[in-house]
């Protein structure tokens, strides 16, 4: 048997303010130096776990993505943008020829 729903007596809560832009700003300044794990996504494949424990060296993995295909840039895992891979001096970087803005209304408009 459900129990019946209680009053709320709204006149013991507490009257806040709406944050100013000033600490808004503080705020946002404080979140800047926070670090995030950038990650870089080639491709991806499903594969049984035999296949897994047969990998030596030299092996090769076919993943989903098209040479033609952009690639996926992650912070914390969660999309943001998307480029093409570049080599610089002995590193390999990503030239962003997409932002995580321009990917969803993507997606969204298919």
Do not use: C, W
């Not at 989903?64 to 690639?71: L, V």
């Not at 998307?82 to 321009?102: M, P, W, Y």
């Amino acid at each position: 048997m459900a129990s019946e729903p209680k009053k709320l007596d709204i006149s013991t809560l507490e009257t806040v303010e709406k944050p100013t832009k000033e600490s808004s700003s503080k705020t946002y300044n404080l979140l800047l130096d926070v670090e995030l794990e950038l990650s870089v996504i080639l491709g991806e494949t499903d594969v049984p776990l035999k296949k897994v424990l047969d990998i030596t060296k030299g092996s090769i993995i076919e993943l989903d993505n098209k040479t033609s295909e952009p690639i996926k840039l992650l912070a914390n895992g969660t999309e943001v943008a998307q480029g093409e891979v570049v080599i610089i001096e002995d590193n390999f970087g990503l030239r962003i020829t997409d932002s995580a803005q321009n990917v969803e209304s993507d997606k969204e408009n298919e």
